[in-house]
């Protein structure tokens, strides 16, 4: 059982001794950390309601959500554009 212990802690020593293995050729090394997004927190009135919610999320997730509405809005346009001047059958 002694020499268990022994050889086990003798290979646990050599392992920390050798340090970090180098990385291999092609691999990347990882970065320290990624650049934190900023949040931006606005507050939206749920229609319904007349108490508002704090709503938190990134400027690209912001700018997402503003891109889609417009979008939105604009289809929306071209349809009523098309039906326009157009009667019931």
Known sequence: MKAFVAVASLTLA??????????QAGAEAPSAKPAREEKVCEKIVPT???LPVRTCRTRKQWDDIAAKSQSGLGDLKK?????LGQLPN
């Open 48 to 50: 319904g309601s007349m």
């Open 79 to 83: 349809r009523s554009d098309s039906t």
């Open 14 to 23: 050599s392992a920390a001794m050798a340090g970090p293995a180098a990385p």
